[in-house]
């Protein structure tokens, strides 16, 4: 229960509700749920609270799909390795260092944390990482550190503080009241002490003058290709709109979303036509997304279209991280033995290549601007936009398509990621939506204006280019590749060190198991008291609770270690009433 209760704790720090305190919350239930010596029991805990956490998180999918197999699918998938985390954190409890010292058991809680979400992140089919916890915390002080470590240190503080408020109810069960405060009092230090980091939004490289348009798109149900007409119809007309808050030339760039002309305008007349009268009637270039086929495939293209000119051959992005099972099927043919849903992915999209950059030529700054692009779920993926930033990047557009997940949290989730590579790269953001939610984000992270849901809006704003690059653009994948280095050392040491343990108790003689024949004799020198199932002494009553016992058993002692040791004239046998003799190890 405490970990349905966890993961169902944790998914309200997203949007839509944003209540951020709660990941701190959902990792501490986690944590506490997950007390018990047993590396299976483990797996089964941290799955039912990945199951719990990710099946509203992204319930969206079952929006998109129609039919509820992909959402389950996707939901139970991604909940292993929640079940994984838990299963690995028994066996890092173990390790002799961690499981003595309980600030360390808070490090290495989030050390393995950071690690899982990385391989989630990565594998398979490029990893999904949504529902990484640092995109929890654009409203929380813990933003502050984005720019200083990226995900990597935002989702780690927060799991250690998950587990700084775990050790100090821990310490409120067996009324240490001092030791908690301490507990608690770190926590709030480390919440609210990024607060003094500095941060900047001012322009390095002079501003750009941005209309966003947010077309909408025609009712449900039209036919394909009159759908994708309308759809550009709207974001024509939507460009058109923008003469109501700017004179013609007075923008430097138009940004229209990804998919607002499905129909590719470098091949369709009439698509063109409307391109071209609306780019020359506002007096600006038009970014906008398309579709490119080729026999059997196609291609998510962002592309530059020039007033009078027409689409530049040399400023263009395609998409290099196409949604599995959503933009294109992996294995179609074994995966249609199993669902039919497979089908409704009728042409694969393919990954495109190079850097996520599209040098944009600004007549009124009299030159070129390089703009970071990422399309609709490639804001998830930091490597992506951190590419585009170091190559020069002074602005960050995300186009995206909405379209699908109708009134679900999926777009604010989104637009959560957007103010998220704000803060860490130093960048103004641009989320262009189809039907929302579109917005300018400042470099900080702060929102400037933010559309509704299935509207048709438009936004005006002047956005600040800026050239400096953060600790996190100059570190790079190395955070991640650190911590992940770790989070296996720090398993393979506990793993390594029970075994050997146990080695060791079989050599001298029956063992408790995951208890040395040390350990067992001494416990019959000391008489304990009941315990319940929330207090964790490592080695007996003098020590103060942890956030697990490595090789300690949990829970109600058993019968033989509650009875009082028998008398006994041989300093070195211990004899226990109703158990075995047993040997404690030599010295």
């Known amino acids: 229960m405490l970990a349905v209760a966890g993961g169902l704790a944790t998914e309200t720090a997203f949007p839509g509700r944003s209540w951020w305190p709660m990941a701190f919350v959902g990792v501490a239930l ?25 099946l509203p998180h992204v319930w969206w999918a079952n929006e998109a799909v129609g039919q509820p197999i992909g959402w389950i699918a996707l939901s139970v998938f991604e909940a292993l390795y929640l079940g994984a985390f838990g299963a690995a954190w028994v066996w890092v409890r173990r390790g002799a260092k961690v499981r003595e010292h309980i600030w360390l058991q808070v490090v290495a809680a989030a050390v393995l944390w950071v690690g899982v979400e990385q391989v989630r992140g990565r594998w398979p089919f490029g990893g999904f990482p ?27 503080m927060v799991v250690a503080l998950g587990a700084l408020l775990a050790v100090a109810l821990l310490h409120l069960r067996r009324r240490r009241l001092a030791a908690a405060g301490r507990a608690l009092a770190a926590a709030l230090a480390l919440t609210f002490l990024p607060v003094l980091v500095p941060v900047n939004a001012n322009a390095e490289a002079g501003t750009l003058r941005l209309g966003a348009v947010q077309g909408n798109v025609p009712a449900q149900g039209a036919e394909a290709m009159s759908q ?57 270039p038009i970014l906008l997304g398309t579709q490119r086929f080729s026999p059997g495939l196609r291609y998510n293209d962002y592309i530059l279209w020039e007033p009078g000119i027409g689409a530049s051959a040399d400023v263009n992005y395609t998409k290099q991280r196409p949604v599995p099972f959503g933009e294109y099927i992996p294995y179609r043919e074994f995966f249609r033995r199993l669902t039919s849903t497979v089908d409704l992915v009728t042409t694969d999209m393919v990954a495109g290549t190079g850097t996520a950059l599209m040098p944009v030529e600004i007549a009124r700054l009299g030159r070129t601007v390089p703009v970071a692009t990422a399309i609709c779920f490639e804001v998830a993926y930091d490597d992506l936009i951190r590419q585009g930033v170091l190559a020069g990047g002074e602005l960050i557009v995300i186009p995206t398509n909405n379209a699908s997940f109708g009134l679900t949290q999926e777009s604010t989730q989104q637009l959560a990621m957007s103010r998220f590579r704000a803060a860490e790269h130093g960048r103004a953001v641009v989320q262009i939506s189809t039907v929302g939610v579109s917005g300018f984000i400042s470099p900080t992270g702060e929102v400037l204006q933010q559309t509704g849901l299935f509207t048709a809006e438009q936004m005006v704003d002047e956005l600040p280019l800026r050239t400096s690059l953060t600790p996190a653009d100059r570190l790079g994948e190395w955070p991640a590749f650190v911590v992940g280095l770790l989070s296996v050392c720090v398993v393979a040491i506990g793993a390594i060190g029970h075994r050997t343990g146990r080695r060791q108790d079989r050599a001298v003689g029956r063992c408790h198991p995951g208890r040395t024949v040390r350990q067992r004799a001494a416990a019959a020198e000391t008489p304990r008291p009941h315990r319940s199932r929330l207090t964790l002494p490592l080695q007996g009553l003098a020590n103060p609770p942890n956030l697990g016992v490595g090789g300690t058993r949990t829970g109600r002692p058993r019968r033989s270690d509650r009875r009082e040791p028998a008398a006994t004239s041989s300093p070195t046998t211990v004899q226990y009433r109703g158990a075995p003799r047993i040997r404690p190890c030599p010295p």
């Open 130 to 156: 949504w529902g990484t916890l640092a995109f929890s915390q654009t409203d929380a002080p813990l933003l502050r550190l984005a720019p200083l470590g990226g995900e990597t240190l935002v989702s780690g």
């Open 30 to 54: 986690l944590l506490l749920a997950l007390l018990r010596d047993s590396a299976r029991w483990g797996f089964v805990v941290g799955g039912l609270y990945g199951v719990a956490f990710f």
């Open 228 to 284: 994708a007409r309308g759809v550009a119809a709207n974001h024509a007309e939507g460009t058109r709109a923008l003469l109501e808050q700017v004179a013609p030339g007075e923008l430097d760039l138009v940004l229209w979303p990804e998919s607002a002309s499905d129909i590719d305008p470098r091949v369709d007349r009439e698509i063109a036509s409307m391109l071209d009268e609306a780019a020359r009637t506002i007096g600006a």
